[in-house]
């Protein structure tokens, strides 16, 4: 369970505003260790700022694909929904991170893979029980 508030990356909201990312690109939620803490602020939030927790047969490098933004984003009555239908699950296996901090949702089509927003998760043993992110019914956040 996620003991912390979804939070939006400062600079993806410029990025989103700028129309940076293609209505074709994939973004991904994968799954960090405590090692580079992210915060709203952090400059340029990318993928490779933060470490990824070990890779096993059930939690593969770069996460789980949630799709692209054509498809994880709405529109109704002028309010844009970021969304997911896929509330990523990874079982658990005695080879992984006994660390997971920080669930991070970046996209994996940009060179750069910026980074979109992250949750933090307390510290989950992907070695004791499997780990699962169910998003929001009404959706991971809003623009009005």
Known sequence: M???????FDEAKAKMLDGDW???????????????PPTAAFGGPQFGDFTEVTAT???LTGGTDLGTLATLVTEVGGTMTFDSTTNPTWASNAGGSADASWAIVYNNTDANKDA???????????I??????????TGMFTLA
Do not use: K, P, R
């Open 57 to 59: 047969a059930a939690y």
């Open 22 to 36: 293609a209505s074709t690109d994939n973004f991904y939620c994968a799954v960090f260790t405590n090692a580079v």
């Open 2 to 8: 996620a003991t912390g508030d979804l939070i939006v």
């Open 116 to 126: 979109l927003l992250f949750i933090e998760l307390g510290t989950v043993s992907m």
């Open 128 to 137: 004791a029980g499997s780990l699962t992110i169910t998003w929001n019914g």
